[in-house]
Nanobody
Framework: QVQLVESGGGLVQPGGSLRLSCAASGSIFSINAMGWYRQAPGKQRELVATITSADSTMYADSVKGRFTISRDYAKNTGYLQMNTLKPEDTAVYYC??????????????WGQGTQVTVSS
């Protein structure tokens, strides 16, 4: 089993910044990819950004140039730096990790979510 613990959410004014963290722990052989998704009230969950084990990144058009995804391999932790935040970025942000276990099985895990609210 793997646990993903997110942190860093909160209330911020428009134009402000937040940094989300996602720490993975458990029977991890390797983390193939990590991603951040978000879900606003009344909307479907959407992809925000992903990063692979080769450090290849992908971003939703709505966050390109404002958000940066990264990871610390030694700490099994992923990050989402969010700058120039807008009210429309308000959502619950979820971390996802595709993990290869020590048994070599591959499983996708989700964190519990962290609230980000952008408001004046």
């Amino acid at each position: 089993q793997v646990q993903l613990v997110e942190s860093g959410g909160g209330l911020v004014q428009p134009g402000g910044s937040l940094r989300l963290s996602c720490a993975a722990s458990g029977s991890i052989f390797s983390i193939n990819a990590m991603g951040w998704y978000r879900q606003a009230p009344g909307k479907q969950r959407e992809l925000v950004a992903t990063i692979t084990s080769a450090d290849s990144t992908m971003y939703a058009d709505s966050v390109k140039g404002r958000f940066t995804i990264s990871r610390d391999y030694a700490k099994n932790t992923g990050y989402l730096q969010m700058n120039t935040l807008k009210p429309e970025d308000t959502a619950v942000y979820y971390c996802n990790a595709v993990v290869t276990h020590t048994s070599r099985s591959v499983v996708s895990y989700w964190g519990q979510g962290t609230q980000v609210t952008v408001s004046s």
